[in-house]
């Protein structure tokens, strides 16, 4: 298999740009509604075992989740303060994970968020954390 991306999906868009340590976490797609995420292992992905890096898959888990919170939040900003993430099951090369997010609450200055990432219907982590509001974007 090689390490090109498959081309995103109909009406899905690419959360971030290929810059930095973004390229080598991407592609990450979100659905049009904002409640899917996509993303495709690769094998700049996977670990001395040939399956997804557990590094990988927690920083998967933090974009879907902290995507989810910017899009909440109506122009104010957010960073991730705390992130626990459970590895419940593999991805293999090739596969593509599903990623979904639900807020479970939010005052002021905090936003508690879950997160659970899965290949084919099945869960391979789930997540919680906490991001802090910030200010507002430039």
Not at 50 to 61: C, I, K, P, V
């Amino acid at each position: 298999m090689t390490t090109t991306p498959k081309p995103a999906p109909a009406g899905y868009t690419a959360v971030f740009g290929d810059t930095g340590f973004n390229k080598y976490v991407g592609p990450v797609w979100q659905s049009p509604d904002g409640k899917e995420f996509l993303f495709d292992v690769r094998d700049i992905h996977l670990n001395g075992g040939h399956t997804l890096h557990g590094g990988m898959a927690m920083a998967l888990a933090d974009i879907v989740m902290g995507r989810s919170v910017r899009d909440a939040l109506d122009g104010q900003t957010a960073m991730t303060i705390s992130l626990n993430c459970d590895l419940i099951g593999p991805a293999r090369l090739g596969d593509r994970i599903r990623g979904s997010a639900t807020i479970t609450r939010k005052t002021r200055s905090i936003v508690f968020i879950s997160s659970e990432l899965t290949v084919d219907g099945k869960p391979i982590l789930t997540a919680t954390g906490l991001w802090k509001i910030v200010g507002t974007q430039a």
